[in-house]
């Protein structure tokens, strides 16, 4: 249960990252590139005022990249080897260069548009979750899910008797799973992500039930 989820959700959303945004990249690069033209012509008229914007470039460079990085258990569930996610991360320019660790861990470098692209994607799949959850036939006790801004919080509203007369307290390994990368791919440390998840009885207001992820995996999942 845990592999699959893992797999549809982060995993997923991982290998979309290197996937896509190539060609608004490009886009991008030729705005650069046409700016840079505009500077060098500007030059040429006074060429003492315009020396130190190399140097400004290469800093706003720098300035614009940012570097995201997987623990070993996260890439684990990808089943990929280190040169296929080398080779996917090739296909998109927003990808600046991937590092496999020997401890299994990987670092991303990419450009600060690319990761803010990333990021805002991923917050609107995990909302569209959130509704998929509250709408679908999988987790009938489940009539709302709320959420932090940074998804380190999510909050059930459920129907108390049905769902402690079900399963849908798997639901929550669907958006601490999405949570968890979520904040992974916004810089949270390794050692410092967290994502709690509350069920609580939507006519009493009684919380009946706290999960935190990822300290409570193990046990749900026996």
């Known amino acids: 249960m845990r592999k699959y989820i893992f797999t549809s959700v982060a995993a997923a ?22 700016n840079g033209t505009g500077s060098n012509n500007e030059g040429e008229i006074g060429n003492d005022e315009n020396e130190p914007a190399p140097a400004d470039e290469d800093k706003a460079s720098e300035s614009e990249e940012r570097t995201v990085t997987f623990p070993a258990d996260f890439m684990e569930e990808t089943d990929m080897e280190p040169e296929e996610l080398e080779a996917s991360a090739e296909e998109d320019d927003t990808i600046l260069d991937v590092e496999v660790h020997d401890d299994g861990s990987a670092t991303y470098t990419m450009t600060e548009q690319g990761h803010s692209e990333m990021l805002e994607q991923m917050a609107a799949e995990i909302r569209t979750s959130m509704e998929e959850i509250e709408d679908g036939e999988d987790f009938p006790s489940i009539s709302e ?31 601490a799973y999405s949570g968890m990368f979520y904040q992974l791919f916004d810089g949270v440390e390794s050692d410092d992500y967290e994502v709690v998840v509350n069920v609580e009885d939507e006519e009493s207001g009684e919380v009946i039930d706290t999960s935190t992820f990822p300290d409570d995996m193990d046990e749900m999942e026996e």
């Open 13 to 34: 959303g991982l290998l979309a990252a290197t996937a896509c945004g190539g060609s608004e990249e490009n886009t991008e690069n030729n705005q650069i590139e046409n």
């Open 145 to 175: 899910v709320q959420s932090s801004d940074d998804f380190s919080e999510f909050t059930f509203l459920v129907d108390r008797e049905t769902f402690e007369d079900s399963f849908d307290g798997f639901a929550a390994f669907t958006v």
